[in-house]
């Protein structure tokens, strides 16, 4: 894979404003005449049985033709990508995408060094920054299923999954001590697709890392502890047997969105091109190519923008995040303009009536418990994971029946991919089964004036105590500083 990015795909000359400008990136970038998209290869679609069942009941599922790059993103690529796109850089990315492991392995913030040559992948990189970097190069990450099913080829066939040689094969680079060196990329015979290295080199992130809900899945039905998650819960495994594919998702599970770890890397994905148009957004100061957005509210292109004299926010404020809200009187607001206040956010959907309706009873009594200074003062946020049902009038719907009547609560939507961007942030899982309801975990988040977070509640059975002492905390009139004073010396 021969990786191009804005030096031949833009003008020459091209500089920092350009680069910001979303519009511009699009007509001086279009993801046909890219080059990096050439070396996918095409994955026609499929229907096949994953490892893991869709739904209960369920054993298929249908995936439309897709292209998967050719191997792994290499460092050299990855170091052209922060060079044009620098706040990606180690020393300049927000703290909220990107963990103190980011590229921790490279010699500087723009140099490689032994320990990253230019043709190993490149890995210590977190799912933010291999979203932007997909992004910029018109493409996104792959979804689960289409990672798994390209994985699922040796070099004669489509589905070696049930050969026992292969799957020993695949079972010994676990074997293998995590202290070995990285190979080069592309080293060994690709895949029927002529897909290299999906297995026996690295891990590698999927776009919806965040669906694979298993930390609960193996316990009872019974156990209280399963109210962390919003419907049926588990996934469970089709052929348990499979260890590679468990190990995956074992793997992947425990990540969190700004994680980074020795050996795991990424690589893109895009449709079959037929004239479609990627929807993966760009994360703030990064310029997209070819992307368009669903239009559920007026969407950004840049930074999320501060308040007028309210100084530069924190690395790790949730206000990084270019997220814009539709509330549920059809105002479109940014998710920044809650900056100012102590903020409570979780995650639902209008239509659940399991434990969605529970958590929000949890946040009323949360409410009520607050001293009256904090509860006039902290706002409460729930977001919905299904803006495509959820319009401003069912979350309208949702407030009167749900007796929802304080002007310090919101119910908003934001398009798809925003949600999944905030729910990475968030620590929340979630996947949307075919009969069009969610799977979630329950999870409260309380952040303050600078959109630090500062406390969790996870599970509607769990205690809200630390929630409440740290939201009251903030007004305490013992304080000897503004609530959001630590948070701006942090990074």
């Given at each position: ?63 439309n ?27 300049q ?30 890995t ?39 050969n ?93 969105g700004?994680s980074?770890?020795?050996r795991l ?68 607001i ?111 988040t ?16 769990a ?12 007004f ?16």
């Amino acid at each position: 894979m021969k990786l191009s990015l804005l030096p031949n795909c833009a003008p020459a000359g091209i500089g920092p404003a350009v680069r910001s400008s979303f519009w511009a990136l699009i007509l001086a970038c279009g993801a046909a005449t890219c080059a990096h998209a050439e070396s996918r290869k095409a994955v026609a679609a499929a229907n096949f049985a994953p490892v893991l069942a869709p739904a209960p009941g369920q054993t298929r599922v249908h995936l439309n033709a897709y292209r998967l790059d050719a191997r792994p993103v290499t460092n050299s690529e990855f170091l052209q990508f922060v060079h044009e796109q620098p706040q990606w850089r180690r020393d300049q990315v927000a703290s909220l995408f990107a963990d103190n492991g980011y590229l921790s392995h490279w010699a500087g913030a723009e140099a490689l060094g032994p320990e990253a040559q230019p043709d190993q992948p490149v890995t210590r990189v977190s799912w933010f920054a291999a979203r932007a970097y997909c992004a910029v190069n018109g493409a996104r990450l792959p979804s689960w299923n289409e990672w798994e099913w390209a994985a699922a080829a040796d070099e004669q066939v489509g589905d070696a999954r049930a050969n026992p040689i292969w799957r020993e094969q695949i079972l010994n680079w676990y074997a293998r001590p995590a202290t070995d060196v990285l190979q080069p990329v592309a080293r060994g015979r690709p895949n029927l697709y002529g897909i290299h290295d999906l297995h026996g080199l690295i891990w590698e992130w999927v776009d919806d890392f965040g669906s694979l809900m298993v930390s609960n899945d193996s316990r009872n039905q019974g156990d209280p502890d399963k109210l962390e998650f919003c419907g049926a819960g588990s996934i469970s495994a089709q052929d348990r047997e499979n260890y590679p594919v468990l190990m995956r998702v074992a793997f992947l599970s425990a990540l969190e969105g700004r994680s980074s770890a020795r050996r795991l890397g990424f690589r893109c994905a895009d449709p079959v091109p037929q004239g479609a148009t990627r929807t993966t957004s760009a994360l703030p100061g990064t310029a997209s190519a070819g992307a368009t957005r669903p239009h559920t509210a007026p969407s950004t292109t840049g930074p999320t923008s501060a308040a007028p004299g309210a100084g530069m926010l924190p690395g790790d404020s949730l206000y990084q995040l270019p997220v814009d809200l539709e509330t549920d009187s059809g105002a479109h607001i940014p998710l920044s303009s809650f900056r100012g206040k102590p903020l409570v956010v979780t995650m639902f959907y209008a239509d659940c009536n399991s434990v969605c309706p529970m958590l929000t009873n949890q946040l009323q009594n949360l409410q009520k418990r607050l001293s009256s200074r904090a509860r006039a003062n902290t706002h409460i946020l729930m977001v919905s994971l299904d803006p495509s049902h959820d319009t401003a009038a069912a979350l309208s719907d949702f407030r009167q029946r749900h007796h929802i009547g304080a002007s310090t609560w919101t119910l908003a939507r934001t398009d798809m991919d925003s949600v999944r961007l905030l729910a990475a942030v968030l620590g929340i899982r979630y996947r949307q089964l075919p009969d069009q309801t969610f799977n979630h975990s329950t999870i409260i988040t309380l952040t303050n004036p600078s959109g630090v977070i500062q406390a969790r509640s996870v599970g509607v059975l769990a205690s809200d105590t630390e929630l409440i002492t740290a939201a009251d905390s903030m007004f305490a009139a013992t304080a000897t500083s503004r609530p959001d004073d630590v948070a701006q010396r942090r990074r």
